[in-house]
């Protein structure tokens, strides 16, 4: 198995790599930080030709927009959270990356994998008690995180792990068969490549 978490965003990005086994499960985490969604796209590139994934999980944006109120704004005019903005043009990004590569991919709301893998009274934590819970979590299970995001791309990928979509796509009779051809047809290894820019590698138990 070869599965991509993703907690995306252009002030970091955490990522994981999702190898080895159920049983003995391999997590190779990272992150990276852009300054403009090309930037983004480009890194993005760049881990799916080092890592050949495939199956890509990422975290779906919050679909509302939250609004502040600027006291020092004409008029008392409202502004928008600038990370909201921003995230769902990501989350666009990787979903038509992954069409165009032909990738198994899900998008998985944030309330959902928290419940799937924290348990369920963290489905509706706030954000910041929730990464913590995320890093602490991912230090229980040994494996080596830099921050937060690197945490929750971790557990994202464990979510994905246990998906349906990912246990649909195992019972396919064509899933190794595609996947090895996939990965030899254009040059690639059929084993997993040194990370060119990866974190710390290692074994859940």
Not at 158 to 171: H, I, K, N, P, V
Not at 174 to 198: H, I, L, Q
Request: glycine letters at 8%.
């Amino acid at each position: 198995m070869r599965i991509l978490g993703l907690d995306q965003s252009l002030t970091r990005c955490g990522w994981c790599l999702l190898t080895g086994s159920r049983a003995a499960p391999l997590f190779l985490t990272g992150s990276f930080k852009s300054a403009t969604t090309r930037a983004f796209g480009q890194e993005l590139v760049e881990l799916e030709a080092v890592h050949c994934p495939e199956f890509i999980v990422w975290e779906r944006p919050v679909p509302r927009i939250f609004v502040y109120g600027k006291r020092d704004l004409a008029g008392g005019a409202i502004t928008p959270n600038a990370d909201q903005l921003v995230l769902p043009r990501l989350a666009g990004m990787i979903e038509m990356f992954c069409l165009t590569r032909q990738l198994p991919y899900e998008e998985v709301p944030s309330n959902t994998w928290r419940a799937r893998v924290l348990g369920k009274g963290y489905g509706n934590k706030g954000r910041k008690e929730a990464k913590a819970a995320a890093l602490s979590y991912a230090r229980q299970l040994k494996i080596a995180v830099a921050n937060e995001d690197e945490a929750e791309a971790a557990l994202i990928a464990l979510y994905g792990l246990s998906s349906d979509q990912y246990r649909m796509l195992e019972r396919e009779p064509s899933y190794t068969v595609r996947f090895e051809k996939w990965n030899t047809d254009d040059g690639r290894a059929k084993t997993a490549p040194n990370a060119a820019k990866s974190g710390p590698q290692s074994r859940g138990k």
